[in-house]
């Protein structure tokens, strides 16, 4: 577990306006309950700073331990489970997707019509393949797009969604054999339900279900001890509430923590934005990758193989706004590029954000983020819990905030 320590080469008083910013800004003004930063350089905790309630209701402030829904930021913890399969060469990223899932061979690209009176159908310029659900580039969808007739088609099916949600990861797959893709692979970058197909191939790949596959090989030894699908027994009380942005501007309650779903095992585990944890466990995960794959003598994952997660895959090299038809994800898109899991920044100047050229991120739908930043040895986690992400622009003003109080 990483110590608070002097030698992270940041100033404190810089970090510390982070949370006068915060508070000011966003808690004090009623547009977040609460807030959590951590920031981490060189190997030790050089902030964390908590601001406002975890609970509006009961009066509960954040602490360090509260347990938050993460939502997206469960896809790099799948990305990677995944990829340890590859390297044992279980499967490949240039695998046909129905090699492993024999009832989507035939999947058809939208070419008209509607759910319920049948859609017309053409043949994709190629198959779908695992490289694709990794960099969202396979033709699924998210139904909250709400962009399209086959997004509407996802919203009618319960596909994707996890709170809420009453099929399981199997009747997903399932359901997704019914439907088209929106586009033939490759050609266009959606962000999609991809990585809750990740998770079913672990299943099929490894033999063991999704969610033990990923407590043996991820979570347990890396003494996440509260991230999982639910709130472990015995430690409700630190979950937090969830709040949701209203188009009038109000702030609501979106989910009390004393009724949530997430207190119970869930109908679908989903590998796309299932999980709840802590900051603090969030950053064992995020420090093993900045580590290169190694966490205190245990090898996760090779450092070659982040290399390749981390690096743009976007078909001919291009950034985001070149190939992306989503209405929502979890990034700004000039200048950044997707690799196999995570965002990858391509271009600092293009963000027009402080970072460098290799940092990759990623965050979750109630405003929660995560970046690493191996140029600078940097990791910064942010814990909120405010549905949509796209409320504020928290996420870039942090960023600026937290680079700025660089010192060396």
């Known amino acids: 577990m990483l110590k608070v320590g002097q030698g992270h080469g940041m100033s404190a008083a810089r970090l510390a306006r982070i949370d006068d910013f915060l508070e000011q800004t966003y808690v004090a003004s009623g547009k977040m309950p ?7 350089r060189r190997g030790e ?3 964390v700073g908590v601001r406002g309630l975890a609970d509006r209701e009961r009066g509960t402030p954040v602490a360090e331990d509260t347990i938050f829904r993460i939502y997206s930021m469960t896809k790099p913890v799948t990305s990677v489970a995944f990829m340890m399969l590859v390297e044992e060469g279980r499967v490949a990223l240039d695998d046909p997707v129905h090699r492993y899932i024999p009832e989507w061979k035939d999947l058809g690209v939208f070419a008209g019509g509607i759910d319920k009176l049948g859609f017309q159908t053409a043949v994709p310029a190629r198959p779908m393949l695992v490289v ?3 960099r969202h580039t396979s033709g699924l969808t998210y139904g909250f797009q709400n962009r399209t007739n086959v997004d509407a088609a996802y919203r009618a099916r319960g596909i994707g969604e996890i709170e809420k949600g009453t099929i399981t990861l199997a009747q997903m797959i399932a359901g ?12 266009k970058w959606n962000y999609s339900v991809a990585t809750d197909v990740i998770g079913y191939l672990i299943e099929r790949i490894s033999g063991q279900s999704f969610e033990d596959f990923l407590r043996e090989r991820l979570l347990t030894p890396l003494g996440m001890i509260d991230t999982d699908f639910q709130v472990r027994a015995g430690e409700a009380h630190r979950l937090a509430a969830c709040y949701a942005l209203t188009p009038n501007g109000r702030t609501i309650l979106q989910d009390d ?15 796309g934005g299932g999980l709840v944890g802590t900051a603090h466990d969030y950053l064992k995960f995020a420090q093993m990758l900045l580590n290169g794959g190694e966490a205190d003598g245990r090898r996760y994952i090779s450092r070659k193989t982040l290399d390749l997660m981390t690096a743009n ?16 994800s979890e990034a700004n ?31 979750g739908a109630a405003s929660t983020a995560f970046w ?11 814990m909120t819990q405010l549905i949509p992400s796209s409320s504020y622009p928290v996420r870039r003003e942090l960023k600026t905030m937290v680079y700025a109080a660089i010192e060396d």
């Open 34 to 40: 609460g807030t959590l930063t951590l920031v981490a």
């Open 45 to 47: 905790i050089a902030h």
């Open 132 to 134: 694709d659900l990794l």
């Open 176 to 187: 997704l054999a019914e439907l088209p893709l929106e586009f033939s692979p490759g050609d």
């Open 257 to 271: 923590p004393a009724l949530s779903g997430f207190l119970k095992p869930p109908a679908f585990v989903s590998g």
């Open 313 to 328: 895959h976007l078909p001919g090299g291009v950034d985001l706004p070149a190939l992306s038809v989503s209405l929502f």
């Open 333 to 363: 898109y000039n200048g950044i590029g997707f690799g196999l899991g995570f965002a990858t920044t391509m271009d600092p100047a293009k963000t027009m954000i402080p970072g460098s050229a290799g940092d990759y991120f990623w965050g």
């Open 372 to 382: 690493i930043d191996p140029v600078e040895d940097l990791i910064c986690i942010f």
